[in-house]
Nanobody
């Protein structure tokens, strides 16, 4: 079964940067569509970014121009580079994977805290 492990979260000042990583098990990673969502305290989960198996990307309007999603199929890893962080970016960031023909899988989440 595919497992997802996120890392890279932490505490950063406004204007700073973080890079999140999500490592996936499984030999068919290159066929997975991958994505990131986040959940702020007291709010529902919201879409952040996604990258298809083809490399096509999509972003939430709130983070466009600041965040970049990428993938390294040789390392079975998807990344979220977050620049110009704002306090409103604070939350738990979850990686998700869509293996073909299977239900969506989730990582355990990594906390990102941006101080003002």
């Amino acid at each position: 079964q595919v497992q997802l492990v996120e890392s890279g979260g932490g505490l950063v000042q406004a204007g700073g940067s973080l890079r999140l990583s999500c490592a996936a098990s499984g030999r068919a990673f290159r066929s997975y569509n991958m994505g990131w969502v986040r959940q702020a305290p007291g709010k529902e989960r919201e879409f952040v970014a996604a990258i298809r198996w083809s490399g096509d990307t999509s972003y939430a309007d709130s983070i466009k121009g600041r965040f970049t999603i990428s993938r390294d199929n040789a390392k079975n890893t998807v990344y979220l580079q977050m620049n110009s962080l704002k306090p409103e970016d604070t939350g738990v960031y979850y990686c998700n994977a869509d293996p073909p023909g299977e239900i969506r899988l989730w990582g355990q989440g990594t906390q990102v805290t941006v101080s003002s």
